[in-house]
């Protein structure tokens, strides 16, 4: 099996973003074996924050993660 980002978002059955603070995103994924896996992201300076940016960033991470995850999974054979 081929491990691929599209075959990773194609488990994910939630996404959810939160801001902490002033400047720190936190992305929450669910994924179809109901494991969740969080991935977070901040800047240093307040005033350059932007939810949009930090939030990619922080689902980015999170989907790091998956990879170890799945990898993990193809591999047990």
């Known amino acids: ?7 990773i978002r194609e488990h994910i ?4 973003f939160s801001k902490l603070g002033e400047k720190t995103t936190v992305c929450l994924i669910t994924l179809d074996c109901w ?3 969080v991935g ?9 924050y932007s939810q949009e940016i930090w ?7 999170a989907i790091d993660k998956c990879w170890e995850l ?3 999974v193809a591999h047990l054979d």
């Open 55 to 61: 939030n990619q960033i922080a689902e980015e991470r």
């Open 70 to 72: 799945y990898w993990f």
């Open 35 to 37: 494991f969740e896996v």
């Open 13 to 16: 059955i939630k996404k959810e």
């Open 1 to 7: 099996m081929k491990l691929t980002e599209e075959k």
């Open 40 to 48: 977070t992201s901040s800047c240093i300076d307040k005033e350059e």
